[in-house]
């Protein structure tokens, strides 16, 4: 009942229903909404967290290469998913998870998914091992680190995830690096 709840609430005010690849499962709602009330980053892995709930359980993989100490590059299949296109229908349903929870607002939502795309329109797709990597550490090891800096300035407020990710998305000597 509560999971029909947060589709009700998201319908009135979004206007309709998310479609059905961006809607995430009830597993999916309450394993965010659990992480978020530890006070935990609202952080999901997208090797498993996705469009079609359990159908992506069986885990996103992406391609790396890694320096050998001979200098050789070697080629290694790491989970997540393999480009933007699979990043941002896994990012869809965690937008729409958020907004069910009222955990950030759309614009916030948005900008962050525009600042990783802006990444890949740069760098091109082949560098796209390198921004998830970032985007994953990102969301996954700096949210707290911001949202702990904008609690000691002063400047957290009653959704401190929107100021999160405006953050992120500002933040280019940490993207640069």
Known sequence: SEVRSLFEAYKAKQGALPACDVEPTGDQLAALKQVVAADSPPYADFAIFGPHGKRLLQRLVYTSFVMLP?????????PGPPSFDAWWQSWQVFRTSL???????????????????????????ETWFIIYTADMRMRSEQFERIRRRLAEENLSSETPWNQVFAEATSDNLWWDE
């Open 70 to 78: 001979d200098g050789m590059l070697q080629k290694r299949e790491l």
């Open 99 to 125: 907004l069910m929870l009222g955990i950030a607002e759309a614009e916030h939502l948005d900008n962050y998914d525009d600042f990783i795309r802006s990444l890949v329109m740069s760098y091109g797709a």
